[in-house]
Structure formats: structure tokens, C-alpha cells
């Protein structure tokens, strides 16, 4: 596509359900990033993929977090037993290589009510 | 792991006038990037610039990469320049494998 696509764009969900946001990145990019944005604060690394692999998941917080990219294209970031603390925007970035220039999503505003 | 730091932390500005935002990291750096986060939430790509200078119409950026600073130049600024500006690096040294953010220049024009 022509740029990083996030669905979706807003997730209502209540405390302890499990939920899945997805990211699409660009066609051809090898490496794909999971990051979340509290309110008035920068994004903070969560998770790094080079193809299928997660090369480095050192942000993730937990193990409630996890996320896959079976098919080394399109990435699923996962939380189980979702908890109010976890409400943030998610956004996905992708890159053509691991240190080149990273383009972000619209994010996925997740709210734990 | 490596720090970014970024000032001023708010600046408020009448149309037309210029600004310098600037940027420093506390290690080298092989990728350093400067966004615009709009209203809306979208980081938009302005510089990716990990070392030298760049111009893009009102816009330019100079990253020192051996005096660890980048700085980020707005001309002429508009309304639509409002918004959240964030500097962004990848350590060259190890660490996290994705980008560290500062906290942002906020920065609001008024007409």
C-alpha cells in the first residue's frame, strides 16, 4: 500500500478481554515496529521485526503483550487480560531495512474502560 | 540506554515568525528522524537526518552527529505549523533496536 495502514482506528474494550490490533506496512518493507504513545509523551518502543522474526521485543511491558508476523508483511500486536493502565495509542512503523528512515501509522487509540 | 532531550518544551510564536527547535542525544546515533505530530495524531515525516543538513521549503535541520545535537529550523512559520515536534534516534551503541523518542516541542502559532 502507500504508507502503513492500522485497523483500528478505535478500540473500546473492557477491562480483562483480550483484543488484537493490526498493522499493514508497506508494501516491500522488511522491517516492521510496534510502539505506544501515552497522553503527552512521545512513542515508546515496543517490539522490532526483520521478516517473520521478532529480532527485539525488549519494550514490550509484560507478557500480556505479545505480537506476530507469520507471513513477514502484515503484523498483529496481541494483549491479553487487558488492564485500564494499558489505554495509549498503538502506532506501527515500518522500513525498507532495520536503520533506515521509519514510517508510522495513524495508531490504533485503545481505551480499557 | 540512550537519552534524547529535546527544548524548549513549549513555544508559542505569532505567524510569520522563525524558530529553532533543538535536539540532544546522549550517545552516536546511525539514524536520527524529526517529526510533526498533527492534530489528529499522525506522525508525519519531516527529516530523516543522522548527520549533515537538509532544506525542505520553510524547513531545514542540521544534525551534529560528533557534538551529539540536531536542531530543526522553521521559517516563516504558519498556523498549520502547530503541533507536536519530536526528534527521534537510533543508538549506533547497542540497546533497543527501535527508535527513542523525546518528549516533543510543542509548538502553537497564532494567527
Known amino acids: 500500500g502507500a504508507g502503513v495502514s492500522q485497523t483500528p482506528s478505535n478500540k473500546v474494550t473492557e477491562k480483562g478481554k483480550y483484543v488484537e490490533l493490526r498493522c499493514d506496512p508497506i508494501?516491500?518493507?522488511?522491517?516492521l515496529y510496534w510502539y505506544r504513545q501515552s497522553l503527552g509523551q512521545g512513542p515508546e518502543f515496543l517490539i522490532y521485526?526483520?521478516?517473520?522474526?521478532?529480532?527485539?521485543d525488549s519494550g514490550l511491558p509484560n507478557d500480556r503483550f505479545f505480537a506476530v508476523r507469520p507471513e513477514g508483511s502484515v503484523s498483529t500486536l496481541k494483549i491479553q487480560r487487558t488492564e485500564r493502565g494499558d489505554s495509549a495509542v498503538y502506532l506501527c512503523a515500518s522500513s525498507s531495512q532495520g536503520d533506515t528512515e521509519a514510517f508510522f501509522g495513524q495508531g490504533t487509540r485503545l481505551t480499557v474502560v | 540506554g540512550i537519552q534524547v532531550e529535546q527544548s524548549p518544551p513549549d513555544l508559542i510564536l505569532q505567524e510569520g515568525a522563525n524558530s529553532t527547535l533543538r535536539c540532544n542525544f546522549s550517545?552516536?546515533?546511525?539514524?536520527l528522524q524529526w517529526f510533526h505530530q498533527n492534530p489528529w495524531g499522525q506522525l508525519i515525516n519531516l527529516f530523516y537526518i543522522p548527520s549533515g543538513t537538509k532544506q525542505n521549503g520553510r524547513l531545514s535541520a542540521t544534525t551534529v552527529a560528533t557534538e551529539r545535537y540536531s536542531l530543526l529550523y522553521i521559517s516563516s512559520s504558519q498556523t498549520t505549523d502547530s503541533g507536536v515536534y519530536f526528534c527521534a534516534v537510533l543508538s549506533e551503541g547497542g540497546g533497543a533496536d527501535g527508535l527513542t523518542f523525546g518528549k516533543g516541542t510543542h509548538l502553537i502559532i497564532q494567527p
Open positions: 508494501s516491500g518493507h522488511t522491517a
Open positions: 550517545d552516536s546515533v546511525n539514524n
Open positions: 521485526f526483520q521478516g517473520t522474526g521478532a529480532a527485539d
